[in-house]
Structures are given as C-alpha cells and as structure tokens.
C-alpha cells in the first residue's frame, strides 16, 4: 500500500521562509506533487518531481530524494494569502495518485 | 467557465436515499477521478477511470457506484446513503500522461442525516 507522512500543522509570520515536509512509503512511485487547499476550495496544483532535486516556480520550491523517500515544499517571502493546507501526493505508475492527510499553514502578520 | 464542474455544489438528504454527484469537464482529458474528503483529512481515491470503457475502484469504494457516460462526463452515485458518507466530494481530471497534473471541480458538500 501507499502511506505519506506530514506534519499536521505549520505556523509562520509574514515574509519568513517555511519547510513542508514530506516522508512516503509506496510501491511503483513515479513522482511527488504538493497541492494547495484554501479552506472549503478545491486543491490547486503547485509543484511536480520526478527526479531528485529542487523545482523552482516563483517563490514555491519542491524538493525530493528518492533514496530517502522524502519531499519538501519550500514557501518562501510568506504573505497571508499562503494561509492554507498543503498536501503531498505520490504519483504512481498505476497512474492514480495516494495523498497525504494535509498541513495546514497559518501566516500571522 | 470552469473547466471542471461538479452538481449540486451542496446536498443535504437522509439515510437510505439514492443520490447522483455530476461532474463534467471541458478539458478533453481522458482521466476521471472521484475523490471523498473529510475534515482535516487528506483526499482518499473512490473511483477512477482512464477512458470511457475503463473504471477502477480506489481505496473506498464500498457503497459507491460509478458511471462514465462520456469522456467529458463521470457520476458518481451512492445507493443507500448512510450518515458516515457525510463528506465532501471532488471530481478531478488529468492527461494521458503519468506526470499529467490533476485538475479539481468545485466540490460538492454532502450532508446524510
């Protein structure tokens, strides 16, 4: 089966910088893809790996070790709208995807 | 207009009814999903299908049917509904590809008393 493990909850002031991580147990893993949730919305895609490394989209970055079985989102330059759930999701080659349970980040000012 | 829509946005029935969630999309993708989230939980997979004529069961597809009526549309239905389907329910779809990103509908909040 699939598992994923992230920290339930995430508290950070404006314009700091905050680590999401992220840990997966799967077979046929393909790839690691974060999404965004703000609160009764539908989650919106943000970042994608597939190899080891780190992507870079604006001031989202993700990273993943394969060896390790592990990811992280990186947010950086916080502003309040960042207030929101983030969820990993390991893609297999089954081509569906397994999602993790969620953190929710809160930004104060 | 939304590429991903799903009806009704918000449902509230009683136990043992019958009750249809719709979704359709405007994307031309293959790929259907139905999603169930509950509060503060992750979103666990009910069903999925890769074309018209291929559907899979997902992780919780006890009590859940589900229909592919064209590639732009996937319903998802719940025969007897029972209070602990209380939950909100996403359709998504995706490309061919393994790395194709997901697109989500709206949701539809379903209450069962």
């Known amino acids: 089966g699939q598992s994923l493990e992230q920290p339930s909850e995430v508290t950070a002031v404006e314009g700091a910088i905050v680590q999401i991580n992220c840990t997966y147990q799967t077979s046929g893993f393909y790839g690691l893809s974060w999404y965004q949730q703000h609160d009764g919305g539908a989650p919106t895609f943000l970042s994608y790996?597939?190899?080891?490394g780190l992507e870079e989209t604006g001031r989202f970055s993700s990273f993943l070790s394969r060896s390790d079985s592990y990811g992280y989102l990186l947010l950086q330059e916080l502003q309040m709208k960042d207030s929101a759930s983030y969820f990993c999701?390991?893609?297999?080659?089954?081509?569906?995807?397994?999602f993790g349970d969620g953190t929710t980040l809160t930004v104060k000012p | 207009d939304a590429d991903v829509t799903q009806t009704p946005r918000n449902r509230i029935t009683k136990t043992g009814k019958r009750i249809m969630l719709e979704c359709s999309q405007t994307k031309g993708h293959d790929r259907m999903y139905w999603y169930r989230q509950d509060p503060g939980l992750g979103l666990q997979l009910i069903y999925y299908?890769?074309?018209?004529?291929?559907?899979n069961k997902g992780e919780i597809s006890d009590g859940y049917s589900v229909s592919r009526q064209a590639q732009a549309k996937f319903s998802l239905s719940l025969e007897s509904a029972i209070p602990n389907q209380t939950a909100l329910y996403f359709c998504?779809?995706?490309?061919?590809?393994?790395?194709?990103?997901?697109?989500f509908g709206p949701g539809t909040r379903l209450t069962v008393l």
């Open positions: 790996n597939a190899l080891d």
């Open positions: 998504a779809t995706s490309g061919r590809g393994r790395t194709d990103t997901q697109y």
């Open positions: 999701a390991v893609n297999t080659n089954a081509g569906k995807s397994t």
């Open positions: 299908s890769f074309d018209v004529k291929d559907i």
